[in-house]
């Protein structure tokens, strides 16, 4: 969840890489922690946590991303370490893109698939919705195997449900209302 705090963070760190043109080093190493983020909520929940130690906190951030980001955010991280804000560091991450999303005219589309959508599969979805949005689109894709087949697509409040699950919920809706006939009169 974004907060008041995350997005003045956010807006530092990019005001500082604007300055010293840094900024796409900036925006790699804010998608390579929301990357990781993302897909470790076990190292979401330490770095939430208030329980867990500083230090440790500290440990964990330097054994991943030392020598892996721009010396720009090494010293962010430092900055976020010293001021005890390392537990804002998803809320930052998550603020910082959604505030280049908006700068960049990006619309983000989270995709849930029952099988993972092959290159080709991708590019058609995004040149799609490209052009039903009229923006540039950024795929967050999942598999969800409780789909069963098809896709359901969320760019931000409206849902395209291609499911399986849907479309034979469509069916049995339709199959259960009663059938109107047309009794032609002679």
Do not use: C, W
């Not at 537990?87 to 960049?104: G, H, L, S």
């Not at 590019?123 to 039903?132: E, I, N, R, T």
């Amino acid at each position: 969840m974004t907060t008041p705090v995350a997005r003045r963070y956010a807006q530092a760190l990019y005001a500082q890489a604007d300055q010293t043109g840094h900024v796409a080093a900036v925006d790699a190493d804010v998608e390579l922690m929301r990357d990781t983020l993302g897909h470790s909520p076990d190292l979401r929940r330490v770095m939430e946590s208030p329980v867990v130690s500083r230090e440790k906190k500290q440990t964990i951030l330097t054994s991943l991303f030392s020598g892996k980001v721009d010396k720009q955010m090494d010293t962010f991280l430092s900055l976020l370490i010293e001021k005890d804000r390392i537990e804002d560091i998803p809320a930052i991450v998550e603020a910082y893109q959604a505030m280049r999303d908006d700068q960049q005219n990006v619309v983000v589309a989270k995709v849930r698939t029952a099988q993972a959508l092959a290159p080709d599969e991708s590019a058609q979805l995004q040149k799609a919705l490209a052009s039903q949005t009229g923006g540039n689109v950024r795929l967050e894709t999942q598999v969800d195997a409780d789909l069963i087949g098809g896709m359901i697509v969320r760019v931000g409040d409206t849902v395209y449900d291609g499911s399986v699950r849907h479309q034979l919920q469509t069916l049995r809706d339709r199959f259960a209302q009663p059938a109107t006939s047309t009794i032609a009169l002679n």
